[in-house]
């Protein structure tokens, strides 16, 4: 089994700061590209940022400039710095992964089961 286990999500005012973590592990073979996306009440998960295992970013309009993602190969781990947060940032923030199970031929994409980030006015 694989499991990803996200943690850091929380309450913080405008302008504040906040780190989400994710950690991948089980029977995990490699780890292509990470990434972490977001669903606000009433709208369609988008893309926050993601990264590729050579470390190639991509980040969704909005939040360019404030958020930064990195990843650690090593751990299997990615984390995103969230700086500069603003209300309309509040949302449930899911961690995902490519990954290829030991023994398997394919990638599958893989999710974390969510964690909360408010950001009050």
């Known amino acids: 089994q694989v499991q990803l286990v996200e943690s850091g999500g929380g309450l913080v005012q405008a302008g504040g700061s906040l780190r989400l973590s994710c950690a991948a592990s089980g029977s995990i073979f490699s780890i292509t590209t990470m990434g972490w996306y977001r669903q606000a009440p009433g709208k369609q998960r988008e893309l926050v940022a993601s990264i590729t295992s050579g470390g190639s970013t991509n980040y969704g309009t909005s939040v360019k400039g404030r958020f930064t993602i990195s990843r650690d190969n090593a751990k299997n781990t990615v984390v995103l710095q969230l700086n500069s947060l603003k209300p309309e940032d509040t949302a449930v923030y899911y961690c995902?992964?490519?990954?290829?199970?030991?023994?398997?031929?394919?990638?599958?994409?893989?999710w974390g089961q969510g964690t909360q980030v408010t950001v009050s006015s």
């Open positions: 995902n992964a490519g990954i290829q199970r030991i023994g398997a031929q394919f990638v599958l994409s893989y």
